[in-house]
Nanobody
Framework: QVQLVESGGGLVQPGGSLRLSCAASGRTLSSLNIGWFRQAPGAEREFVAAISWSGGTTYYGDFVKGRFISTRDNAKNTVFLQMNSLKLEDTAVYYC????????????????WGQGTQVTVSS
């Protein structure tokens, strides 16, 4: 069983930055592909980013447009999502998810999920 815990969310002004962390336990992170998703109130869950088990490949949602970068430190069992130039519409609960087999943008294909961390962008 894999446990994922997100952290790093908070309140930030438009144009600001946040770095989210996703800490994994129960399984070596280097065996897991990680996806980032977000969900705003009343909206469907939306794909943000994915990073392969090695960190050699990343994939981002169209809305990211170079503002977010996902990296990982397998030695620390942690994946990061650096979010820059944040906009009001980036406000949502952000989740990380893991899969041993799947790498991509479909939430249904991830096997393990964290509890989420709230990101609020407001002036």
């Amino acid at each position: 069983q894999v446990q994922l815990v997100e952290s790093g969310g908070g309140l930030v002004q438009p144009g600001g930055s946040l770095r989210l962390s996703c800490a994994a336990s129960g399984r070596t992170l280097s065996s897991l592909n990680i996806g980032w998703f977000r969900q705003a109130p009343g909206a469907e869950r939306e794909f943000v980013a994915a990073i392969s088990w090695s960190g050699g490949t990343t994939y981002y949602g169209d809305f990211v447009k170079g503002r977010f970068i996902s990296t990982r430190d397998n030695a620390k069992n942690t994946v990061f999502l650096q979010m820059n130039s944040l906009k009001l519409e980036d406000t949502a609960v952000y989740y990380c998810a893991a899969s041993t087999r799947y790498y991509g943008s479909s939430a249904r294909n991830y096997d393990y999920w964290g509890q989420g961390t709230q990101v609020t962008v407001s002036s």
